[in-house]
């Protein structure tokens, strides 16, 4: 209901025209009930038709002006809650477009992929049916109201009737929202199952995981089929107790009321019109129980958007130089990953000249790639800094740094789209000539001549299809499309064939010879053997390094 009332108070105005229209409405509403009263107490009695035909008339009339109250209130609702969930989709995007990595990636990706399935959740919940159901709620208490001014006795009976409802109502959807909770859980174990399995199909057949497979999933199906059954019990559960204490209400309606009408306190009409108004009350006040169960999972929803409103984001703004010459210093620079004692590296202190090759080597889990994401900016140093010109990374703005860097990553990965496009992320107006220039200086195109629609191959789920070489091939193109000052090459050669090492070390050579600097991260001796400086970071502790020592010649 806060996100109701919050979405209302946004724009006070349109609410006010909506809770008009409302009231209208249901006072329109009652034209039915006092048509039956009128109709029984005179055109019954007296028999004059032009009483008939007055009050159907009347009665048909305050139908139109109902309906025309009510497309107008739907319009206006709908107006109320694009809004927010326009906004919310915004919100979403960019918390994956500038989400920092390293919080983020502290969340599982299956649980991610959850909480943003969740939104269309939202959106479809909080529409203007809702809206409009929510409303009526309170403006039921006009037909008891009117009961009440023909007897006292059964508006209480009524009411009564009507809170009771809504209080067994509320009660189970307590019980539904934490089966839902549940639910939600173990489809998320399932679905991380799930996607393990795809992913891994080659290994799940290579070494027979097909009996791993069976009993995980014959420990996880029984659980959620034994939550969905309850889950759908408590719904139908909530939906007979309804219409069953509807049915009470009514009987008890009618059996007080046929007692006042033998004494003579309430005519047959009357009773009659009471019973319409008291179905209508009830109707319009137990539609909540109906998506209250809806608004809960909503509302679930809600919270679970707000663990990723929590991650801190990129900022948008910072120092953004009028050019990068390609000098970096790091100072007294360490990184620790959170839940682990021992940190990657500390006091790694090092400076390096525009135009200079710095090669990156040691052992597995060494920190290579942890100080690659260091320079892209996709991590943050637990202390000191990196200076790029003399300022730090952190006070720069992240788009600008990116558009400086041609960042190679050890595993790439790709968005939706084409490979054109996953190429020219960072500058989609490249020239074609200069495209066709990196394209044959990686070694791309061969492979595209070969492909049916060449640079307009889709790709779709990172398209793990393509051999691990030709995505090597892929964002090494990727990242010299940026044309940026620094190239930041994480294991450039690692999984490619002989043509393709011999593509990257041609592109280095290129690199080199244009005046970019270059810090390569690798084990390949041909690299090691072509560059400026050497960063050894199995030596504790790494010694500074400048590029003031003997160098070799740049290029491999």
Known sequence: MKEIFRRLSANPVLAAEILAATFFSSLLTLAMPLYVIQILSRYVTYGFHGTLITLTMGVLIAVLLQFCFRVIRTQMATVVNQGPNDDLSQDVLT???????????????????????????????????????????????????????????????????????????????????????????????HRELNLSAVNGMETVRAFSAAPFLHKKWNDQLPRISRLRNRLANYKEL?????????????????????????????????????????????????RI???????????????????????????TRGTALDSFTGRLQFKDLGFTYPRSINPVFESLNLHLEPGKVLAVHGENSSGKTTLAKLLA?????????????????LQIAPSWWRKQIMYMPQEPVFIQGTLRENILLLNPDLPDDQLNDILKRTDLRPFLDKTPKGLETPVTDNEKIFPPGIRQRISLARAMASKGSLAILDEPTDTMDQKGIQAVYAAMNALAKSGKTIIVFSNDPNILKGASLLLNLNRKPVPELSCAMPAAKPGV
């Open 377 to 393: 900016g996709l991590l943050e140093p637990r202390r000191g800094s990196i200076l790029a010109d003399g300022v730090n990374l």
């Open 289 to 315: 129980i109906q998506i209250n169960h809806a608004l809960g999972k909503a509302r679930q929803a809600l919270k679970a958007l707000e663990i990723l409103k929590q991650i801190p984001l990129e900022p």
């Open 95 to 189: 918390i994956i477009s500038r989400a920092k990595a390293e919080p983020l990636s502290q969340l599982a990706k299956p649980r991610i992929q959850e909480i943003l399935a969740q939104v269309q959740t939202i959106q479809q919940t909080y529409d203007a049916q809702t809206l409009n159901a929510v409303l009526d709620v309170p403006f039921s208490l006009i037909f008891v109201s009117v009961i009440y001014l023909m007897s006292p006795l059964l508006a209480g009976i009524s009411l009564l009737g009507i809170v009771l409802a809504l209080f067994i109502g509320w009660l189970t959807n307590i019980n539904a929202l934490k089966t839902s909770d549940q639910l939600m859980g173990a489809l998320v174990d």
């Open 238 to 286: 909530a939906q007979t107790l309804s219409v069953i204490w509807n049915t009470l209400t009514s009987v008890l309606v009618y059996a007080v009321g046929a007692v006042l009408v033998v004494r003579g306190e309430l005519t047959v009409s009357a009773l009659i019109g009471v019973n319409i108004l008291s179905g209508r009350a009830f109707q319009n006040s137990t």
